[in-house]
């Protein structure tokens, strides 16, 4: 959907084993522009529901038109690429 170059980087809670629970934060970067960013969110979030259950999931992304958001360079310089 996004590439075989595009990552995938989860920030926020789930990154500190001593905290507990918490939403699940990811950013999906691609180098690709994304024509239909809203459809593209949505087929990730339903995969992603699909996959881990009924969970709070906050997805973001990045691709070369989108504009360098803090939370973008929060989730750069904190988060762990899976």
Do not use: C
């Not at 950013?27 to 009924?54: C, K, S, W």
């Not at 958001?69 to 310089?77: G, K, N």
């Amino acid at each position: 959907m996004l590439g075989d170059d595009a990552r995938v980087i989860l920030f926020g809670s789930r990154t500190d084993d001593k905290q507990r629970g918490g939403d699940i934060d990811l950013l999906f970067e691609t180098p690709h522009l994304v024509g239909n960013r809203v459809r593209a969110m949505g087929q990730i979030y339903v995969a992603l529901i699909r996959e881990l259950g009924d969970r709070k999931i906050d997805v973001l992304l990045s691709d070369p038109d989108t504009p360098d958001e803090p939370v973008l360079r929060v989730a750069r310089q904190s988060g762990v690429v899976l």
